[in-house]
């Protein structure tokens, strides 16, 4: 069980840090005026987002991920410590 939430975490980890990449490069197309939609998983997070606070969501997606990965590597370690322990 503790794998299948490591798997999940670092999956979210990899949605989450390319998302945080793809944020600031947002072409033209996708913007309506001055302001852009931000999405995630198909879920809206924010339906007008300012243009000068995009690199404020892009930098909040990165520590997400950042967290989502540190977490999976903490399952990890306790998992393979406790498999070490009983062996």
């Given at each position: ?17 390319s ?14 005026g ?5 999405y ?23 520590m ?24």
């Amino acid at each position: 069980m503790r794998w299948l939430i490591a798997y999940f975490c670092i999956l979210i980890s990899i949605l989450l840090l390319s998302k945080g990449f793809s944020l600031p490069t947002v072409n033209s197309n996708h913007v309506d005026g001055s302001q852009i939609g931000i999405y995630f998983l198909g879920f809206e997070i924010k339906d007008k987002v300012p243009r000068e606070y995009v690199p404020i969501y892009s930098a909040i997606f990165l520590m997400g991920s950042f967290m989502f990965a540190t977490f999976s590597t903490l399952i990890t370690m306790t998992s393979l410590l406790t498999l070490k322990r009983f062996k």
